[in-house]
């Protein structure tokens, strides 16, 4: 597994998708590559490629591989690493996400680990990574004859992170000084949405995403007691395992930090990777992205709200 900050993603689509103005055209004239800059988490990565109708990039030969890295190489510059594939190593086995067979592989790795295909722009070989803020390259099957104008509609509004996988929109809200769970429920509530309620590993990670993507920005100037990020989780009663979402939603799905579950009301993610001691780093970094059960009096830097999409 890699851990290389700068990220770019390329995609490639089924027959159906359109070149927008200024993208850039292979050789045999097929395909056509343009680039988003703001760095995004994959599944919003996903959904700005998806408004074009596209998918991630399969790649079926060593040739088709070249023509990735010389395409991004031209357009964005040689300041770049890793761009993303539209594959997903898992089990032993990639799969590509527009169902395609996979006839060739160029792992750097005879044993890649689990996770998300990126291809290595310098030496053209792939790895896997788990997640990320990155910019984005999508790129498509041209038409054959011009497209009338199509209006993309979000499933989503302004601001929100919309994923296919729970079909539900996703917005970090943020204090400089904190706020306690009450607070950080009701400013939820006034955005027509309420804390997030989580059910499944996958929607921890596209949680988990968008916290530590703030905790991150506030790095240099919070202090490590108020750098979690509030969940929907409380105590419906007394025992360890007595909890509620506060959406209504079964409680079906829980990754406890060890340690937690001592009988306080709400539940945090561990979202932050600094401290003023290595000993609090490290614990930090031990239970990263794990929940945690705090105080009614406790203020967390960060929350995630969560509604269903529009469609």
């Not at 006839?103 to 997640?131: E, M, Q, R």
Request: a negative charge.
């Amino acid at each position: 597994m890699i851990t290389r900050l700068k990220i770019i993603a390329i995609f490639t689509s089924a027959i159906g998708s359109y070149c927008p103005k200024d993208s850039t055209l292979t050789t045999d004239q097929k395909f056509c590559y343009f680039a988003n800059p703001k760095a995004l988490v994959r599944e919003e990565a996903m959904v700005y490629c998806a408004n074009f109708e596209l998918n991630g990039a399969s790649i079926k030969s060593a040739s088709q591989n070249r023509a990735v890295v010389e395409q991004v190489r031209s357009k964005m510059g040689n300041d770049l690493d890793w761009v993303w594939l539209g594959g997903k190593f898992e089990n032993g086995q990639l799969f590509w996400n527009d169902g395609s067979d996979v006839t060739y592989t160029n792992f750097a790795s005879a044993h890649p680990s689990d996770g998300f295909l990126v291809i290595d722009i310098v030496n053209g070989k792939w790895d896997t990574v788990p997640s990320g803020w990155f910019p984005v390259v999508c790129g498509g099957e041209k038409k054959k004859q011009a497209c009338t104008s199509t209006k993309f509609v979000s499933p989503c509004e302004n601001e929100w992170l919309y994923s296919s996988t729970t079909k539900a929109c996703y917005k970090r809200i943020g204090d400089y000084g904190g706020f306690k769970w009450p607070e950080a429920r009701s400013r939820c509530q006034a955005l027509g949405a309420d804390l997030v309620s989580i059910h499944s590993a996958d929607e921890n990670r596209i949680v988990a995403e968008l916290a530590n993507h703030y905790s991150h920005a506030l790095a240099p100037v919070i202090w490590y007691d108020v750098a979690g990020t509030w969940i929907g989780a409380e105590r419906a009663g007394h025992g360890r395992m007595n909890f509620t979402w506060s959406d209504g939603t079964e409680f079906d799905y829980a990754i406890w930090a060890h340690g937690s579950r001592t009988e306080q009301p709400y539940v945090e993610m561990f979202t932050a990777r600094f401290n003023f001691s290595q000993s609090q780093v490290d614990d930090a970094l031990l239970y990263l992205n794990q929940w945690n059960d705090m105080q009614d009096y406790t203020l967390c830097s960060s929350a995630v709200c969560k509604k269903a999409a529009k469609f």
